[in-house]
């Protein structure tokens, strides 16, 4: 990939791709005649790509949903890229492209930009790459887990929440949600798997279970509707059911469209030739996401007394090893023979490190945040430390 010289071609250009590979830069034109005009303003025209980060964010804050987003969208280009690309290669086998993957990312643009903090010392760039890395892993195990969960599994995993939320995305009225949900709420209660509770392929009720269900409905809903309506059958009910967990899948894992996909009929253009406008609000990440996240904007001191603290509590070779990963930059091997030692040293050393740092990160998260740990937000917390290593040794190596 050509990597991009000029600061107006860094703030107003956007990548071209191909399934698998980078096809070359294409212009946004808009975005070129603002960066000459803006440059044109300054009385010595600033060449530093982080005087134009900085001034383009501070402008976001005030105007998110201006061309100076877009020019921020041009600068994370190549982040992005690698990030996917990245991701990528590690997935044994997947349905999306690098081209599909980067376009997931990029679409989380807006995110990144609401919880950077320049003056908390973070590279864009660094920051950038942590953010788009983790929503994009997030977003494809997610999607790999909703795909293969049967609709039963979905309905016994999502929460009332997300329920209503899906059905209102759907366009149900309060009238019918309210049925809706009591309809959910005694499938739970009445429909208990036969497999372990984890098992993502959880079969349809028996018609004994379906009958018991509906009894229970029926039941409920003269005391618990606010319009009753009429008595369900078996097979209405399950109807019922089905267009929740639709709704669900609907609203949780809206469909990722390809940036070749053809826009229209004809020679209507593909989706990637609007690249700076694609913009799309997603839930995955929430599916099953903890209410008790890390406020990043007022947390980050806190979180760097931690880990400042939990660094000099490292013996000295598993700090020097890690110094120098993150310092220099050098693979495993490299640091292997560096040191004088064996590859899987390095790598085991390596991993007791960063495991030691996270939990102290996470007991402090625990104690101090009262947040309750679960696998999802253990990985969002790793997202933080990695950030934070990232951040903290490429300013110490200056």
């Known amino acids: 990939m050509q990597m991009?010289?000029?600061?107006?071609?860094?703030?107003?250009?956007?990548?071209?791709?191909?399934?698998?590979?980078?096809?070359?830069?294409?212009?946004?034109?808009?975005?070129?005649?603002?960066?000459?005009?803006?440059?044109?303003?300054?009385?010595?025209?600033?060449?530093?790509?982080?005087?134009?980060?900085y001034y383009w964010y501070k402008l976001w804050l005030d105007t998110p949903e201006s061309l100076v987003r877009d020019h921020l969208s041009a600068y994370l280009q190549e982040v992005c890229y690698w990030a996917a690309r990245k991701t990528v290669t590690g997935i044994s086998s997947s349905q999306y492209t690098l081209s599909d993957c980067f376009q997931m990312a990029i679409i989380r643009v807006d995110k990144v930009l609401k919880g950077y903090k320049p003056n908390m010392g973070f590279s864009l760039k660094n920051y950038s790459s942590a953010i788009f890395s983790s929503e994009l892993k997030e977003m494809l195990r997610q999607q790999n887990e909703i795909d293969i969960c049967t609709n039963w599994r979905l309905l016994k995993k999502v929460t009332q929440k997300r329920l209503i939320e899906?059905?209102?995305?759907?366009?149900?009225?309060?009238?019918a949600i309210e049925r809706y949900v009591l309809a959910w709420k005694c499938y739970q209660e009445l429909c208990a798997p036969s497999q372990p509770s984890g098992t993502r392929k959880l079969q349809k009720p028996s018609e004994a279970t379906w009958q018991s269900i509906a009894q229970l409905y029926n039941s409920l809903r003269l005391t618990q509707l606010t319009t009753p309506g009429a008595e369900l059958n078996p097979e209405s009910l399950e109807k019922w059911l089905t267009s929740c967990a639709k709704a669900v899948r609907t609203y949780l894992y809206p469909n990722m469209t390809s940036l070749n996909a053809k826009i229209g009929e004809d020679d209507g253009g593909e989706l990637q030739d609007i690249l700076p406008q694609l913009k799309q609000e997603?839930?995955?990440?929430?599916?099953?996401?903890?209410?008790?996240?890390?406020?990043?904007?007022?947390?980050?001191?806190?979180?760097?007394?931690?880990?400042?603290?939990?660094?000099?509590?490292l013996d000295e070779e598993a700090l020097n090893i890690i110094q120098i990963y993150y310092t220099q930059k050098l693979t495993q091997q490299q640091i292997a023979k560096e040191l004088g030692v064996k590859q899987y040293t390095v790598s085991r050393r390596l991993t007791k490190a960063r495991d030691t740092l996270l939990l102290k990160l996470a007991t402090w998260s625990q104690e101090s945040m009262h947040i309750s740990l679960n696998p999802s937000v253990l990985n969002y917390i790793n997202t933080v430390l990695e950030e934070w290593l990232q951040v903290h040794y490429s300013r110490n190596s200056i």
């Open 282 to 313: 997603s839930y995955i990440s929430e599916i099953i996401a903890a209410e008790e996240q890390l406020d990043r904007q007022s947390q980050q001191a806190q979180i760097g007394d931690v880990l400042v603290k939990a660094l000099k509590e």
């Open 166 to 175: 899906s059905l209102k995305n759907a366009g149900q009225s309060a009238e």
């Open 4 to 53: 991009r010289q000029s600061i107006i071609e860094l703030f107003s250009t956007f990548l071209e791709l191909d399934a698998s590979r980078v096809i070359g830069w294409a212009t946004d034109a808009r975005l070129r005649r603002h960066m000459i005009k803006s440059l044109s303003q300054l009385s010595q025209p600033e060449q530093s790509e982080d005087f134009w980060v």
